[in-house]
């Protein structure tokens, strides 16, 4: 059986010593920070190795890992226009493609950054749902509106995961 892998720059894998890892990929993305990674400045581990090393609050994550997180970085990296634009947009899913795609890549929910595996435990298992939800409950956050509506209830553990926060 196929033992699953984890790729990160050298940067937030930091001076961690570790048997099981080998270094250079030709192309992927970084799970802690969302930075293009290739050649000598990739670090694969298996898959248990990063959960052990993260654990251990010993590999340096720079990507939100649960919803409170992932608005604090938006309201970080968004220009007052672009906030009052997605606050005013008639409906998210217009998003979907641009800054959802954006969002998808750079945080690792296709390549199993720590917020993928948060929303994958809670029932939300595709990027595409998890991206969503994120854009969802931001234009309402920016709203002053409750977060939960009729799309985030068919997730009922999503209402978990917010309050874990």
Known sequence: MRKIKKTICKECFGNNECEELSIGVLKGFCVLCGNDVSGNNAITLSSDTFDKLYEQGLLNNKLPTNLSQCFDELDRMLSDNEKEDIKNIPNICLL??????????????????????QFKDHGVTHPD???AIILRLYNKKLNNKPLNDE????YPNVAKLLKKE
């Open 129 to 131: 749902s998890m991206s």
């Open 96 to 117: 979907h493609h641009g800054f959802g795609t954006y969002l998808r890549n750079k945080w690792g929910l296709w390549t199993g950054s720590v917020l993928s595996k």
């Open 151 to 154: 799309y985030i209830s068919t």
